[in-house]
């Protein structure tokens, strides 16, 4: 359904996840992450387009006129852009069209939407998409957690672990050390075996520094473990049920955009985005009531497809 494909000269370009923003402070973020994409600059730009409000919702026209202005690569810039908020404003029509867009788009395509009500977002929107907590007073938080005693190093390494405000409540509750606690759970991920990883996972699932320590360090693990533990990891994640299979698909995902290209550099481009891809998908899946064990063993086997 695309056109042109990809000059020569931007081959190398690493495919995007769909990016959801989410928070009172998601347009700001939104148009940061386009304007990083853009090689800083953005409104006025040639190769974005933004999907906005026409009355009170965001209708099918404007989305189908941004699909037909994707087909063609980038004239200027490394990507195209396609800029759509406020999301959760997206009509039943335009999200349908919209869908299979985000799972097929070409490689120099990106992606980017922000939802300022969250819970008002159609869930088969929110699935395709990597999400990004974008809170609007993070001077704010900031000032929460200084008073409770946390250096700038501790407040901005909370900020950056957290993937929205229900993972900052309790470090206001009482004075943690955010650092030792996180250099001690390394510690303990570094002697423990993909299927202990996974109990432990589930352990934690209320300690974000925790359940982010021995999820990234289970995540690593994952192209060196042998199939048959792979299934045996599958099984213990079931366990946690729909909440744990997310939090550890949430985990993953952002794992795959972030970090897997610089720890993972002779993996394929194309087989990590592939991955990232069906990790996304998988949520939807999730909420569709699909087996939380056979989906596990789905996502946690998917490199190993061919």
Known sequence: MWGLELP??????????????????AQEAAWLRVRELLDGEA???????????????????RVREAILWARYAPSKARYKVILIGPAERLSREAASALLKSLEEAPQYLAFILYALAPDQLLDTVRSRCV??????????WQAKLKDMGYSDAEVDFLLAISSGEHDLVPFLKERRSPL???????AEAETLPPKELAARFLIYLEDPI??????????????????????EVAERLSRGGREGALLFLEQL?????????LLWPRTPAERIASWAKKASLARGELEANASVRLLLEVILLWPRKD
């Open 131 to 140: 999400a990004v907590w974008a809170p609007s007073h993070r001077g704010l």
């Open 43 to 61: 409104e006025g730009h040639p190769d974005v387009f933004v999907v906005s409000l026409e009355g009170a919702t965001i209708r099918i026209d």
């Open 253 to 261: 995902l952002n794992f795959l955009v972030k970090k897997a290209p």
């Open 210 to 231: 925790r359940r982010r320590a021995i999820g990234e360090a289970l995540i690593s693990s994952l192209p060196n473990t042998p199939a048959d533990e792979l299934l």
């Open 8 to 25: 020569r000269t931007l081959i190398t370009v690493v495919k995007t996840v769909p990016e959801l923003f989410l928070g009172e402070g």
């Open 180 to 186: 030792s606690e996180w250099k001690e759970a390394q």
